[in-house]
């Protein structure tokens, strides 16, 4: 990713920018802000693969992302009281 844009109603990655809601992004928890950020870059990822995200593939991308932001985290030893939650809709 190339920047960093808060905006007030959209969250997510679009050619190279990374869009963050406000609230997350004056989050005090910069685990929040982190894992926001490793979920969205494993989209660009998914895109560069040729993947597109529709009404079919959204689920397994999101599943996808999260497993990726999951193993980052489980990697990084972050505990799961800095990410409450976090193995919600990744299994």
Known sequence: MNKIVIN???EGAVN????????HAENPNIDVLSSNLIHDSRHSEQFKR????NERTFIPMEMEASQFTLSVIET???SESENPGSKKGCR
Do not use: A, D, E, H
Not at 50 to 53: A, D, F, M
């Open 8 to 10: 007030p109603s959209t």
């Open 16 to 23: 190279g920018t990374f869009y963050i809601l406000q609230r």
């Open 50 to 53: 040729g993947l597109s995200y």
């Open 76 to 78: 990084r030893r972050w």
